[in-house]
Structure formats: C-alpha cells, structure tokens
C-alpha cells in the first residue's frame, strides 16, 4: 500500500512542473496577445493622425496654389485684369442670386400668414447652410467645408 502510495506521489509530482508550465504558457501567451492587441491599436491611432496630417498638408499645398495664382496674375491690361476679377464676379453674382431666391421665398412664407421667426427657420435648412458655407469655405481656403464634411 505504501509502494502504491508513494508510486502515485511520486507520478503526481512528475506532472506538476508539466502543468505549472502549461499555466506559465498561457499566462505568456494571453501577454503576447495583448501586446499585440495594443501594437495594433497604436498602429491604427498612427495610420489616424498620418492621414490627417496629409489631408492638412494638401489643405496648405491648395492654399498655396490659390494665393499664389492670385499672385501671378499681374494687373497690366484689360484682359488680366479681366482674368483677375471673374471669381469675384462670379461669386457676387452667385450670391446675389442666392439671396434673391431666399428673399423671395421669405416673402412668400410670410405672405401665407407665416411669422418672420418661423418662416426663417424653413428658409435656412441644412442645403442652404451648406451652400452658404461652400461659398464662404471657397475664399478662406476651403477648411471649414472640409472639417464639416468629415463630420
């Protein structure tokens, strides 16, 4: 009994380092995992700001390439100075337009009976203000419209 007793003893102990080890394994592999895990989060985080950090430098190269074509276009003549204003032109033209349709639908509201408070509400819907801050965004460098369409 006592041979069968310490048989089992002795066999039981054998296999305790083998099981500590399996333990140990896993507690090495569930660190590996989670370094990984965090390795792949950062690299994520970093491809993030990289990309942003591109779109900011386009946002500047663009800037740069308006003012400086604005720069280029010297005010000798007729014809540059023509060159020269057609943006602008175009631009009040627009909004001239733009505010003409507003204005018009504003005195339509109102008169069906519509408060002023009210009928400016439905006049200024989100497709307005987007092409209110299309227009604006244009002529300072297109930021704002940028920021509001990654939102």
């Not at 009976?113 to 460098?141: H, K, N």
Request: charged content about 20%.
């Amino acid at each position: 009994m006592l041979s069968i007793l310490g048989s089992l003893i002795g066999f039981g102990t054998s296999i305790v380092p083998e099981v500590l080890g399996f333990f140990k394994q896993s507690q090495a592999n569930k660190q590996e995992l989670l370094m990984l895990e965090a390795k792949a989060k950062y690299a994520e985080q970093l491809s993030t700001l990289k990309i942003k950090e591109i779109d900011a430098e386009a946002d500047i190269a663009e800037t740069k390439g308006i003012y400086e074509h604005d720069r280029s276009i010297k005010s000798e003549g007729f014809v540059s100075q023509l060159r020269a204003s057609v943006r602008p032109v175009l631009t009040y033209l627009f909004f001239a337009l733009f505010a003409t349709v507003k204005v018009s639908a504003l005195v339509t509201i109102m008169s069906n009976g519509q408060e002023f408070t009210s009928a400016i509400v439905l006049i200024w819907d989100p497709e307005t203000q987007a092409i209110f801050s299309a227009i604006v965004s244009f002529w300072f460098g297109s930021r704002a419209f940028s920021k509001a369409r990654s939102k």
